[in-house]
């Protein structure tokens, strides 16, 4: 039995590939020297699907941000630098797609079946969602991965060349022919080594790897074929003119890309083949023959081609209008073109399709074409993103990063996370039924993992249950996070307008406060109007959004809901900042200190003992009363189950600490910096019952002359700016409360 050793492709979890065309070589080789090398590296014959299937693969997977979440494939941090990226990117990390891990699994999913299914081939993806909803950056993202995947060894691609020189005459004084269609150099074997090589080839695939088996698919190009059976008819052998050689990425093959908005949008001819290379016509004078015409997507002469990589129609469904949807479903459904109406060309591409939902509807309800289409398609629907934690990582990573490194400007601390992130799911979330009885607020916080104040259910089966209900629609009905939500181009537009917004604040109000360290911190731009402004304004917020977020008019639809997006996403913000404030005054110190003494005793409070050791080693009578107040002050309906969980970390997990001087301290602290529940209930009883009393003098305990609990800010992310009014504000709060 041979060792089933062929795993992984390739698998670098930490690395990044960068392209580089100056060292970019061509290689040729006999067709022999070719097996001995696809036996080295089989994935050299890979088709389309593996071949994209491998390249997303090789950098791994991470764990999801959420439990209920699937793993996050890290080739969505784009880890390729390439000359040929969109937007002026070139290095790495500079894509960096976040939230969107359950479209990108159900891809993985399908590119696994079409890879070992052959049928499976025969649908394309169509990713359905709003503007600015990483449809293209995904799909360009796949590209570059697999640009990337192509520099490799075990990525690369080959075909054949007909060398012609001493016969050049039968071909029109053609000294080389390069197979446009980029037919795989084992089609020039023959049938019988093939099969044999397969075998062994295919014996050694580990169990798990099935995707990775290689199939005969046997296909020659219209060209390659007139130019053996020309050969032929001379009494050449052909064998003896063919060469193999490797194909560079974006030289020789590269995604295409058909655009509505762009010139000749889906030109038959690019699409379907029959155009005419002028050289070779200038020498062949015929524009049918085989050696004359570009082959569409099929492959093309002098010009990089699709095939074996990506073909990705945007705006997909407008091809209707163009009378061209019926054959583009034809061609993916045979993968098979016939250019000219005689000549017959293979499709090897992963095809993928963009639209909204709109457009989706339209053409989904024709009666013939619409079952058609249906049945021929993989559904990705790709909403604007609903988990404020994924939504906060996209924008620190790709927006707000760079403005704190290239501008030197000041971003305060829960300015991403709490507001601008919970602002653009509130948005886009669908309002919960009333019987459910939480509120579009408590259904962001849920989906982000939290468990809201008062929550009256299990986090868990609440969050499946609301999932559900915005799931299990028709694609047309779907609306939660395609029907409303902000764009993400509105948040890479608000760099300049938050810029301007900072240089309109006189300088001497900015001297005030200003950091030295920065030119200047957005703490300093009033939220509330500046957002109202900029929403009210922006041309990319449809109508529907816009209301939800600043109108505030009595709503008009069924569970539409009244509070305006952003005064919730402005309080939570204030909260978060407030909380800040009193944890500086608290000092972490005390806040440990609670934690331990909580841990202490309700572990033996569920052991059924009534004392227990404080710190000092005395034994001391429980104080039930502090932790009933702890377990009120977590905002939890089943405090005995919060009791019972917190008392079984100290049971099952003090033993990981026993090597430090005081194991229950440092289980409070880790308990302390992983689990935002517990965290919650120690600072807000901390809050209620302990810092009143330590604040004699508000006026100094909120001022920015406290230095004690300035530094303590700094230590939180804050700047001199912000730290300042965010003890202004807690003050202000205060006084309101008062």
């Known amino acids: 039995m041979p060792e089933k050793d062929l795993k992984e492709v390739v698998f670098m979890p930490d690395d990044v590939i960068r392209i580089d065309p100056d060292g970019f070589r061509k290689k040729e080789m006999s067709l022999n020297e070719y097996i001995e090398h696809f ?52 290095g790495p990390f500079e894509i960096y797609l976040y939230g969107i891990e359950e479209p990108v699994n159900e891809i993985m999913k399908y590119l696994e079946e079409a890879s070992m299914n052959i049928d499976a081939k025969a649908r394309f993806f169509i990713l359905i969602g709003p503007p600015s909803s990483a449809k293209t950056d995904l799909i360009n993202l796949m590209s570059y991965t697999l640009d990337g995947f192509g520099t490799l060894l075990e990525g690369e691609l080959y075909t054949v060349k007909f060398n012609l020189e001493d016969c050049s005459d039968l ?41 990775r088996e290689i199939k005969f698919t046997y296909s020659r190009c219209p060209s390659c074929q007139y130019i053996i059976q020309k050969l032929k008819d001379h009494g050449i052998s052909w064998e003896d003119k063919i060469s193999v050689v490797n194909l560079l990425p974006q030289v020789d093959v590269a995604m295409e890309e058909f655009r509505p908005t762009a010139e000749k949008a889906y030109d038959p001819q690019r ?9 070779r016509f200038a020498k ?22 699709p095939q074996h990589h990506i073909v990705h129609f945007s705006e997909m469904y407008k091809a209707h209008e163009l009378g061209l949807l019926d054959e583009i479903l034809d061609l993916i459904s045979s993968r098979n073109l016939k250019v000219l109406g005689k000549y017959d060309v293979k499709i090897d591409s992963v095809i993928f399709g963009t639209t909204n939902l709109e457009e989706y509807g339209k053409v989904s309800s024709l009666p013939r074409l619409g079952e058609y289409l249906k049945s021929r398609s993989y559904k990705i629907p790709m909403g604007y993103l609903l988990v404020i934690d994924d939504l906060a990582q996209a924008l620190k990573k790709r927006i707000f990063e760079k403005m704190s490194v290239n501008r030197n400007i000041h971003v305060p601390p829960h300015y991403v996370e709490r507001f601008l992130a919970t602002l653009g799911v509130l948005s886009a979330l669908d309002v919960p039924e009333s019987e459910m009885k939480i509120t579009l607020v408590q259904k962001a916080l849920i989906y982000n993992d939290e468990v809201p104040y008062g929550l009256e259910r299990e986090l868990e089966e609440i969050r499946e ?31 300049a307008k938050l810029m301007l917004a900072l240089e309109k604040i006189p300088e001497k109000a900015k001297a005030e406060i200003l950091d030295s ?35 505030m008019r009595a709503p008009t639809e069924r569970n539409e809901p009244v509070q305006v997006a952003l005064d919730e996403s402005y309080e939570l913000y204030v909260q978060s900042v407030i909380r800040d404030v009193n944890r500086a005054i608290l000092g972490e110190e005390k806040i440990l200190n609670l934690a331990v003494k909580y841990l202490a005793q309700v572990y033996e409070s569920e052991l059924g003992r009534k004392e227990y050791k404080d710190p000092s080693g005395r034994v001391v009578p429980i104080d039930y009363k502090f932790l009933e107040d702890v377990e009120k002050a977590a905002g939890v309906v089943n405090r005995s189950e919060f009791r019972k969980h917190f008392a079984a970390h100290v049971k099952y997990r003090l033993h990981d600490f026993k090597t430090e001087k005081y194991p229950m301290r440092e289980l409070a602290r880790s308990l302390l910096n992983e689990d935002n529940l517990f965290r919650r209930a120690i600072e807000n009883y901390a809050m209620e019952n302990v810092l009143p009393s330590m604040i004699e003098d508000v006026s100094l305990a909120y001022s920015p002359a406290n230095e004690a609990v300035m530094q303590e800010l700094y230590k939180l992310g804050y700047c001199k700016t912000c730290a300042s009014l965010a003890l202004q504000l807690a003050a202000l709060r205060r006084k309101d409360k008062k």
């Open 39 to 90: 036996i080295q590296y089989p994935s050299v014959a890979f088709d389309a699907y593996q071949r994209l299937y491998a390249a997303l693969r090789m950098f791994g997977t991470e764990e999801p941000s959420k439990p209920w979440k699937p793993k996050r494939w890290k080739f969505l941090d784009d880890r390729i630098e390439s000359p040929w990226k969109r937007g002026g990117a070139v």
């Open 171 to 211: 071909f029109y004084g053609l000294k080389e022919v390069v197979c446009p269609a980029h037919d795989n150099p084992l089609n020039f074997v023959p049938k019988d080594k093939v099969r044999e090589l397969l075998k062994k080839v295919n014996e050694r695939v580990h169990p798990d790897y099935k995707w």
């Open 271 to 279: 699409i379907f083949g029959g155009s005419v290379n002028m050289n």
């Open 284 to 305: 062949i004078l015929s524009k049918d023959h085989p050696l004359v015409i570009d082959f569409g997507i099929g492959g093309g002469i002098d010009r990089p081609s």
């Open 465 to 495: 249950e609301l999932r559900r209900a915005a799931r299990t629609k028709p694609m047309e009905e779907l609306t939660e996070g395609i029907k409303y939500g902000i764009p993400f181009r509105f948040y890479q537009d608000l760099v």
């Open 517 to 551: 360290n920065y030119r200047g911190c957005l703490s300093m731009v009033n939220i509330k109007n500046f957002y109202d402004e900029v929403i009210r304004t922006y041309d990319g917020i449809n109508s529907e959004t816009r209301r939800r977020l600043v109108d």
